[in-house]
Antibody, heavy 126, light 111 residues
Framework: QVQLQESGPGLVKPSETLSLTCTVS??????????WGWIRQPPGKGLESIGS???????YYNPSLKSRVTISVDTSKNQFSLNLSSLTAADTAVYYC??????????????????WGQGTLVTVST | QSVLTQSPSVSAAPGQKVTISCSGS????????VSWYQQLPGTAPKLLIY???KRPSGIPDRFSGSKSGTSATLGITGLQTGDEADYYC????????????FGGGTKLTVL
């Protein structure tokens, strides 16, 4: 059974950079069959995709966050990470990491989030 | 403002059927597969439907999905009080900056 666990600070100051890590257990991050992603959810609001990554380093970012986001992978530790810079109060949210299986079906790739971490609350405040 | 549009809320009585819609465009729903997620209060989202209409192991057949053109629909029959949750649609957006997109979510109330 695949498990994902987010780790990182619960409180960060405005203008600083948030660094979160997702540790994957029960499966290899270095698989051709999966992307790995970060999603966030501000208190009382909906889900927002931050970006996703393939283990060789290919990344896809939400255009609204692209200028501030870096997602990277450490295959030796079976982890992937999120860096989000220039933080403001609007970045306060529960941050989730998740796995995206990918399949070639009917001449296109299909993706979906099948396993999620429990989420970690990050508060941006002085 | 979410790329995919969902009604904010829907309600129905126990035992009844409800549908939740998700509207997008040709760059997302129109040319990609849709998945649906259930989020119970205080928990991480859970995959309900993938590839438009497939259910993961353990998801009861009371839950169904369909897609037509640039819209998708989640159906839930035999409503139970435990189904009260937020439901989100999601898909890949193949625009110039390809990325994953979610709907704004629909709050299901079982009266």
């Amino acid at each position: 059974q695949v498990q994902l666990q987010e780790s990182g600070p619960g409180l960060v100051k405005p203008s600083e950079t948030l660094s979160l890590t997702c540790t994957v257990s029960g499966g290899s991050i270095s698989s051709d069959n999966y992307f790995w992603g970060w999603i966030r959810q501000p208190p009382g609001k909906g889900l927002e995709s931050i970006g996703s990554l393939f283990y060789v380093g290919t990344t896809y970012y939400n255009p609204s966050l692209k200028s501030r986001v870096t997602i990277s992978v450490d295959t030796s530790k079976n982890q992937f990470s999120l860096n989000l810079s220039s933080l403001t109060a609007a970045d306060t949210a529960v941050y989730y990491c998740a796995r995206l299986p990918r399949h070639w079906l009917d001449s296109t790739w299909t993706y979906y989030f099948d396993y999620w971490g429990q989420g970690t609350l990050v508060t941006v405040s002085t | 403002q979410s790329v995919l549009t969902q009604s904010p809320s829907v309600s129905a009585a126990p035992g009844q059927k409800v549908t939740i819609s998700c509207s997008g465009s040709s760059s997302n729903i129109g040319n990609n597969y849709v998945s649906w997620y259930q989020q119970l209060p205080g928990t991480a989202p859970k995959l309900l439907i993938y590839e438009n209409n497939k259910r993961p192991s353990g998801i009861p057949d009371r839950f169904s999905g369909s897609k037509s053109g640039t819209s998708a629909t989640l159906g839930i029959t035999g409503l139970q009080t435990g189904d009260e949750a937020d439901y989100y649609c999601g898909t890949w957006d193949s625009s110039l900056s390809a990325h994953w997109v979610f709907g704004g979510g629909t709050k299901l109330t079982v009266l």
